[in-house]
C-alpha cells in the first residue's frame, strides 16, 4: 500500500513527493500500520520503492 501511495505522489509536479507521501502516512495509517512499515525498513525495506523509504526517514527524523 505505501507503494501505490508513492506511485501516485511521485506523479505530482514539483520535488516534495516524499515529504507528500510521510504526510499521507502520518496523517491517514494508524499506529499500528506505521511500526509495521517501520519495522519493515528495518528488515531491509524489500520491495518498497525508493520514495516510500526517503518518506519513512522523513516521518523519523527528530521534529
Not at 494508524?30 to 522523513?58: N, T
Request: hydrophobic letters at 50%.
Amino acid at each position: 500500500m505505501a507503494n501505490q501511495i508513492a506511485t501516485f505522489f511521485d506523479t505530482q509536479p514539483g520535488d516534495t513527493q516524499a515529504a507528500e507521501v510521510a504526510a499521507h502516512l502520518k496523517s491517514f495509517w494508524e499506529p499500528r500500520m506505521l511500526q509495521a512499515l517501520y519495522a519493515h525498513v528495518d528488515a531491509g525495506g524489500a520491495g518498497l520503492s525508493p520514495l516510500v523509504l526517503q518518506a519513512v526517514g522523513r516521518l523519523r527524523e527528530p521534529v
